[in-house]
C-alpha cells in the first residue's frame, strides 16, 4: 500500500511539473495579445508608455513570486519523493531479505522433517533400549539393596545368637537388667542407720549420737531386674521383677560376712492393649509418684541420689497396687485409678490406753513379728489425670484413705464395757510438672502432696494421725513438695534437689489437764540439750530425757553427679558422689524448740548392664 502510495504521489508531482510551463507561456502570450489590441484599438485616453511598463514589470514581478513559490514547493516535494523512494527501497531490500530468510528457514525445516523422518523409527528404538537400560539399572539397585537388607539381617541375626539384647523363652522376650554398686556414706551425725538415712531420726546436738561422725561402706544396693513382654494380636501381656539387698534379717551384720537377704523391690503383671487400655497389678510405685510418660510403669521420675531413701519432699511408696487406666485425644490426656495397700502411722504423746488400730506382726501370717501392722479397713483409692499437650508432663492426683481404731472409753474398767470403731476418711490432692529443655539436655520437675494423712507417702516417715484424749483418731495434716533440676552434658549427669515434708500440728488436753496429741506447746523439750550416760551397754547410747522433739519439718539440698566412665553396647560404668544438707526442726515446747542439722557425703561406683 505505501509503495503504490509513493508512485502516485510521484505521478503528480510529474504532471504538475509538465504544466507549470504550458501555464508560464499561456500567461505570457496573454499578456502579448492585451498590448498588442492596444496597440490596434486608439482610446479617447492614450495611456502612457511608461505606466504600461510599470505594469507589465508589476505582472513579471507577480508571476515571478508565483514561480519562486511553485519551485519551493516543487523542491520540497522532491525531497519527500526521494524519501520515500529511499525508504521503499529499503523496504523492499528487507523484504528481499526476510523472503530469504524464510525459504532458508522451508529448506531447514524440509531437511529436519526429512531428518526426522528418516530417524523416526531410529529413535523408537533408542528409547526401548534406553527404558530398558533404566529398567536394568532399577533391578540391579533394587537387588543391592535387596542384599544389603539380607547382610544386615545377617549380621543381626548373628549378633542376636552371640549377643542377644533379650532371651527368647516360649515366645516370651525376656530382658535382664540391673547394676552392681560399691557405694559408702559419710555423716558428720552418726544415725545407726546404714546406707539410707532415717531422716525423722536425725539426733539433736546433745545426744551421743550427734557427737561422733559415721561412716558407712556396702554393696547391698546393687540390683537386680528381669522384664518379660509377649507380644499378642493387639496386645502385650508380661511383667517386671527388681531386687535389691537393703534388708536385715535376725542373723544380718557387718562382722564378716554381711549376710543381708535379697528384698522385692517391684514384682508386678501388666495387661496392655495396643489402644493403651492398661491393667497393672502387684507390687510397684504408687500411681501419686510422678511419672513422665503417661502412667506408664518404669517411667517414674525418680531422683539420682545416691541414697536408697532418696530426699525429703519426694512423694512414693512402692507398695501392692491393682492400677487400671487409658489414654485420650491421641495420647495427650492419660487417666486412671489405682487401689493401693493401706498402712496407717502413729504418732504423738500423753495419750492413755483406751485405744487401738493395729498389732504387732503374727510369723504365723508371715509377717514381721518385730514390726507394728495396722488393721485396714479399706485400699487407699488414687485416682489420677495426666496431660501430655505437646511439652511437658503435667497430673494432678486425688488420695482418699479410710481409718480406723477401737475405742475403749472405760479403758479402767476389768471389762471393756461400750468400745466402740471409730473411723476416719482422709484425704489429699498432688500436683506435680515436669519439664524437658533441649532435647532432654536438662530438665525441671515441680511436685506436692497436701491433705491429711499423707505423712507416709514422703521419704522423712512422719505420722499420718495422733488421738485425742478420748482415744479416737486425730488425722494431721502433711505437706510433701519436690523441686528438681537435673542436667546433662555429655558424660555427666548433674542433679539438684531442694524439697521438705511437713507435720502439723494436734495438741489437745485430757481430763486431768495433761497435754496430749503431737507437737503440743505444752510437751517439754528442756532435755533437749543435755547429754545423758549410756542407757544399758556399749551398744546404747543415752537417751535424751526430757525431750519431746515432735518433728514440724524435714528440709534438705541435694547436689550431686554422675560421670560416665563408659556407655555402650556393653552396658555402662559410672561414678558418682553426692552432698546433702539437711535440716530437722521440731514444733516449740515447753524448755524450747530444738533443731537438728546433718551434712552427708555419698560416693558410688556402679556397672550396669547394657
Same mark, same amino acid.
Given at each position: 500500500?505505501?509503495?503504490?502510495s509513493?508512485?502516485?504521489?510521484a505521478l503528480l508531482?510529474?504532471c504538475l511539473?509538465?504544466?507549470?510551463?504550458t501555464a508560464t507561456?499561456?500567461?505570457?502570450?496573454q499578456s502579448?495579445? $492585451?498590448?498588442?489590441?492596444?496597440?490596434?484599438h486608439?482610446?479617447?485616453?492614450k495611456p502612457s508608455?511608461e505606466?504600461?511598463a510599470?505594469q507589465?514589470r508589476a505582472?513579471?514581478?507577480?508571476?515571478?513570486?508565483?514561480?519562486?513559490?511553485l519551485?519551493?514547493?516543487l523542491?520540497e516535494?522532491d525531497?519527500?519523493l526521494?524519501?520515500?523512494l529511499?525508504?521503499?527501497?529499503?523496504a523492499?531490500a528487507a523484504?528481499q531479505?526476510?523472503?530469504t530468510a524464510?525459504?532458508?528457514a522451508q529448506?531447514?525445516?524440509?531437511?529436519?522433517q526429512?531428518?526426522?523422518?528418516?530417524? $523416526?523409527e531410529?529413535?523408537?528404538a533408542?528409547i $526401548?533400549l534406553?527404558?530398558a537400560?533404566q529398567g536394568?539399572?532399577?533391578? %540391579?539397585?533394587?537387588s543391592k539393596?535387596?542384599?544389603?537388607s539380607?547382610?544386615?539381617?545377617q549380621i543381626?541375626?548373628?549378633?542376636?545368637?552371640l549377643n542377644?539384647?533379650? #532371651?527368647?523363652?516360649k515366645?516370651?522376650?525376656?530382658t535382664?537388667?540391673g547394676?552392681?554398686?560399691a557405694?559408702?556414706?559419710y555423716?558428720q551425725?552418726?544415725?545407726?542407720?546404714g546406707?539410707?538415712t532415717?531422716f525423722?531420726a536425725i539426733?539433736f546436738?546433745?545426744s551421743?549420737?550427734?557427737?561422733?561422725s559415721?561412716f558407712v561402706a556396702?554393696?547391698?544396693?546393687?540390683?537386680f531386674?528381669?522384664?518379660?513382654?509377649?507380644?499378642m494380636?493387639d496386645?502385650? #501381656?508380661?511383667?517386671?521383677?527388681?531386687?535389691d539387698?537393703?534388708?536385715?534379717?535376725s542373723?544380718?551384720?557387718?562382722n564378716?560376712?554381711?549376710?543381708?537377704?535379697?528384698?522385692?523391690?517391684?514384682?508386678?503383671a501388666?495387661?496392655q492393649?495396643?489402644?493403651g487400655f492398661?491393667?497393672?497389678g502387684?507390687?510397684m510405685?504408687?500411681l501419686?509418684t510422678l511419672t513422665?510418660?503417661?502412667?506408664?510403669?518404669?517411667?517414674?521420675a525418680?531422683?539420682? %541420689?545416691?541414697d536408697?531413701?532418696?530426699?525429703?519432699?519426694?512423694?512414693?511408696?512402692r507398695?501392692?497396687g491393682?492400677?487400671?487406666y487409658?489414654?485420650?485425644?491421641?495420647k495427650k490426656?492419660?487417666?486412671?485409678?489405682? =487401689?493401693?495397700n493401706?498402712?496407717?502411722t502413729?504418732?504423738g504423746h500423753?495419750f492413755?490406753?483406751n485405744?487401738t488400730?493395729?498389732?504387732?506382726?503374727n +510369723?504365723?501370717?508371715l509377717l514381721?513379728?518385730d514390726?507394728?501392722?495396722?488393721?485396714?479397713?479399706?485400699?487407699? #483409692?488414687?485416682?489420677?489425670?495426666?496431660?501430655?499437650?505437646?511439652?511437658?508432663?503435667?497430673e494432678v492426683?486425688g488420695?482418699?484413705?479410710?481409718?480406723?481404731?477401737?475405742?475403749?472409753?472405760?479403758?479402767?474398767?476389768k471389762?471393756a464395757t461400750?468400745?466402740?470403731?471409730?473411723?476416719?476418711?482422709a484425704?489429699?490432692?498432688?500436683?506435680?510438672?515436669?519439664?524437658?529443655?533441649?532435647?532432654?539436655?536438662?530438665?525441671?520437675?515441680?511436685?506436692?502432696?497436701?491433705?491429711?494423712?499423707v505423712?507416709?507417702?514422703?521419704?522423712?516417715?512422719?505420722?499420718?494421725? %495422733?488421738?485425742?484424749p478420748?482415744? %479416737?483418731?486425730a488425722p494431721?495434716?502433711?505437706?510433701?513438695?519436690?523441686?528438681?533440676?537435673?542436667?546433662?552434658?555429655?558424660?555427666?549427669?548433674?542433679y539438684?534437689?531442694?524439697?521438705?515434708?511437713y507435720?502439723?500440728?494436734?495438741?489437745?488436753?485430757n481430763p486431768?489437764?495433761?497435754?496430749v496429741?503431737?507437737?503440743?506447746p505444752?510437751f517439754?523439750?528442756s532435755?533437749?540439750?543435755?547429754?545423758t550416760?549410756?542407757?544399758?551397754?556399749p551398744?546404747g547410747?543415752?537417751?535424751?530425757?526430757?525431750?519431746?522433739?515432735?518433728?514440724?519439718a524435714?528440709?534438705?539440698h541435694?547436689?550431686?553427679?554422675?560421670?560416665?566412665?563408659?556407655?555402650?553396647s556393653?552396658g555402662?560404668?559410672v561414678?558418682g558422689?553426692q552432698?546433702d544438707?539437711?535440716q530437722?526442726?521440731?514444733w516449740a515446747?515447753v524448755?524450747?524448740?530444738?533443731?537438728?542439722?546433718e551434712?552427708?557425703f555419698?560416693?558410688?561406683f556402679r556397672y550396669y =548392664? +547394657?
Open positions: 500500500m505505501n509503495h503504490r509513493n508512485k502516485l504521489k508531482l510529474t511539473w509538465l504544466t507549470i510551463p507561456h499561456y500567461i505570457l502570450a502579448s495579445d $492585451k498590448t498588442t489590441a492596444s496597440k490596434h486608439v482610446a479617447p485616453n508608455i505606466s504600461l510599470k507589465v505582472q513579471l514581478q507577480q508571476q515571478q513570486r508565483e514561480n519562486d513559490q519551485k519551493q514547493q523542491q516535494r525531497q519527500q526521494q524519501q520515500a529511499s525508504a521503499a527501497q529499503q523492499q523484504a531479505q526476510a523472503q524464510a525459504q532458508e529448506a531447514a525445516a524440509q531437511q529436519v526429512a531428518a526426522s523422518q528418516n530417524n $523416526k531410529n529413535s523408537e533408542v $526401548k534406553q527404558n537400560v536394568l539399572k532399577a533391578d %540391579t539397585e533394587a539393596q535387596t542384599l544389603a539380607v547382610k544386615q539381617d543381626q541375626i548373628k549378633k542376636a545368637a542377644p539384647d533379650t #532371651i527368647s523363652y515366645g516370651i522376650e525376656l535382664p537388667g547394676f552392681l554398686a557405694e559408702t556414706a555423716r551425725r552418726a544415725t545407726g542407720g546406707l539410707n532415717p525423722n539426733p546436738s546433745a551421743a549420737l550427734a557427737r561422733q559415721e556396702t554393696g547391698r544396693q546393687s540390683r531386674t528381669l522384664n518379660a513382654v509377649g507380644k494380636h496386645a502385650t #501381656i508380661g511383667g517386671y521383677y527388681e531386687a539387698f537393703l534388708n536385715a534379717g542373723t544380718s551384720n557387718n564378716e560376712s554381711n549376710s543381708y537377704p535379697l528384698r522385692q523391690r517391684q514384682m508386678w501388666r495387661y492393649r495396643t489402644s492398661t491393667i497393672v502387684g507390687q510405685w504408687s501419686l513422665t510418660n503417661g502412667f506408664e510403669n518404669k517411667s517414674e525418680i531422683p539420682f %541420689t545416691i536408697p531413701q532418696y530426699t525429703p519432699g519426694f512423694i512414693w511408696v507398695q501392692y491393682m492400677r487400671i487409658d489414654n485420650f485425644l491421641n490426656v492419660f487417666a486412671g485409678i489405682s =487401689l493401693e493401706p498402712q496407717m502413729f504418732g500423753g492413755s490406753n485405744f488400730f493395729g498389732s504387732a506382726g +510369723p504365723g501370717g514381721n513379728p514390726a507394728n501392722y495396722s488393721i485396714n479397713m479399706a485400699p487407699d #483409692i488414687i485416682a489420677k489425670v495426666a496431660i501430655e499437650p505437646g511439652f511437658g508432663h503435667y492426683s488420695i482418699a484413705m479410710f481409718l480406723r481404731d477401737r475405742v475403749y472409753p472405760e479403758a479402767s474398767a471389762a461400750g468400745a466402740y470403731d471409730d473411723s476416719k476418711v484425704g489429699a490432692v498432688e500436683g506435680a510438672a515436669w519439664f524437658p529443655f533441649k532435647k532432654g539436655l536438662y530438665n525441671i520437675a515441680f511436685r506436692g502432696l497436701y491433705g491429711q494423712s505423712g507416709r507417702y514422703g521419704s522423712s516417715g512422719l505420722p499420718d494421725t %495422733t488421738v485425742h478420748d482415744g %479416737t483418731l494431721l495434716r502433711n505437706l510433701i513438695a519436690l523441686g528438681s533440676l537435673e542436667f546433662h552434658p555429655g558424660k555427666l549427669d548433674v539438684y534437689y531442694y524439697g521438705g515434708d507435720a502439723g500440728r494436734a495438741a489437745y488436753l486431768s489437764g495433761q497435754p496429741g503431737y507437737g503440743s505444752l517439754s523439750n532435755g533437749c540439750d543435755t547429754e550416760p549410756p542407757s544399758s551397754s551398744y547410747p543415752g537417751i535424751l530425757s526430757s525431750c519431746t522433739g515432735d518433728t514440724r524435714l528440709t534438705a541435694d547436689v550431686g553427679f554422675w560421670y560416665n566412665f563408659y556407655r555402650g556393653k555402662r560404668l561414678y558422689m552432698y544438707y539437711m530437722r526442726k521440731t515446747g524448755g524450747g524448740q530444738p533443731e537438728a542439722v551434712n552427708m555419698w560416693s558410688s =548392664l +547394657p
